[in-house]
């Protein structure tokens, strides 16, 4: 932990707190081999009043027991739909995926509430770590 205080930024979760799948996205965010994210649209506005991450916008990183970890900045953000995702997306999300379908399947599995077609809409956002707070 650093000496100085926490910068009051809204949360940037991977995953859900107290799980594997988040120790192990925070480890590859923090190592640098994920550097983009996979949201659902309908999480943001306009369908909701959590706001559409744009360029500069700033987050901390929780960790697995939810503390903050990092500092990240969106470096972009689009809106694509599910059938467009590229493998270059999937693969930047450090994760393995070496196939879109790859990609999708895991995402369908953790989206497991919802139904995924070809026109659902992906949030694609990449970011790049601006400060380290803790290890995670």
């Not at 999480?43 to 706001?51: S, V």
């Not at 990092?70 to 059938?83: D, R």
Request: aromatic residues 8%; proline residues 5%.
């Amino acid at each position: 932990m650093t000496d100085r205080a926490i910068p009051d930024l809204p949360s940037f979760e991977l995953g859900y707190v107290g799980t594997d799948l988040r120790r192990r996205l925070v480890e590859l965010v923090l190592r640098g081999q994920k550097i983009a994210t996979a949201g659902l649209a309908e999480n943001h506005a306009p369908y909701t009043d959590e706001p559409m991450p744009k360029a500069g916008d700033r987050w901390i990183l929780r960790g697995y027991d939810d503390e903050p970890v990092a500092v990240v900045e969106t470096t972009s953000a689009s809106v694509v739909p599910a059938g467009q995702v590229t493998l270059q997306f999937a693969r930047d999300e450090g994760e393995g995926f070496e196939s879109v379908a790859h990609w999708r399947e895991a995402h369908e599995r953790f989206w497991s509430e919802h139904q995924i077609t070809d026109e659902t809409l992906i949030l694609c956002e990449y970011f790049r770590v601006v400060e380290r707070i803790s290890d995670g």
